[in-house]
């Protein structure tokens, strides 16, 4: 299918069950998109008195019974992607205010709004495997900021990697070697870097045969006018866009 083929809908009460489907029949990520709602890893794993950790299905239940309540207090946005009968993609997007609704000292830098003037961030990406690399992350990402325009605009800010790399003899040495081992660091060595303008060398994010990082990468915000801003880490960037 060509992104032509696809459309796209807001989430609220009235897609709910899609993006349900998206999350839980579908195998989708645990956290049911809460992370940043939430400001920390959703249904937080801690071992319960005399029981075992609750497992990945329950947790997902969860967290879509949580994100089902945020959508009816009108606390949830993001835009669904469809194609083939079905949802085949996400980007979720919001208010500062908004994601996370609730912080606090615990709460990591990286899930915060990195610049005190912007307004509206755009967090998570996912799309499904079989219709990667066709522009359903860019087109969900354009009908985000085109929502945000129509809401108000201001200042929009994102945290995209500013590119993929997969190796798979990296993974296996980590699980052999160990994480800090002479072997990772080899490979490490010639990991991919890219020169981005304003930043400087930024590492190229991992990437796996069935995993994307989920924030996106910086060519699909670029295309839409959004600038670097600044560093974000080792392997992402800030970006902004005034709307």
């Not at 489907?21 to 956290?31: D, H, M, P, Q």
């Not at 609730?102 to 495997?129: E, K, Q, V, Y």
């Not at 081992?181 to 981005?196: G, I, K």
Request: aromatic residues 8%; positive net charge; proline residues 6%.
């Amino acid at each position: 299918m060509e992104v032509s083929q696809f459309t796209t809908r807001e989430l609220s009460t009235k897609t709910w069950r899609d993006y349900e489907r998206f999350f839980r029949v579908n195998g989708r990520g645990s956290c049911g998109c809460l992370r940043y709602p939430c400001g920390r890893p959703p249904a937080t794993a801690e071992p319960m008195v005399g029981k075992e950790l609750p497992s990945r299905d329950l947790r997902r239940d969860q967290n879509l019974d949580e994100m089902r309540e945020l959508i009816k207090q009108g606390r949830a946005r993001g835009v669904l992607v469809y194609g083939a009968g079905q949802v085949i993609g996400w980007c979720q997007y919001g208010r500062v205010e908004d994601l996370p609704i609730t912080r606090n000292g615990s709460t990591p830098d990286w899930m915060l709004a990195a610049d005190p003037t912007s307004d509206w961030r755009i967090t998570c990406f996912l799309t499904l495997l079989p219709f990667r690399r066709r522009g359903v992350a860019t087109l969900a990402l354009a009908v985000a900021v085109q929502t945000i325009r129509q809401q108000g605009g201001g200042w929009v800010e994102a945290r995209p990697v500013v590119h993929c790399h997969y190796d798979p003899e990296l993974g296996k040495a980590r699980r052999e070697f160990g994480p800090r081992s002479r072997e990772v660091a080899e490979h490490l060595e010639v990991w991919p870097v890219q020169n981005v303008p304003r930043v400087g060398w930024v590492r190229a994010a991992e990437a796996g045969v069935r995993t994307a990082p989920h924030r996106g990468l910086m060519s699909m915000f670029e295309r839409l006018g959004f600038t670097v801003a600044g560093r974000d880490g080792e392997t992402a960037v800030l970006m902004r866009l005034h709307v």
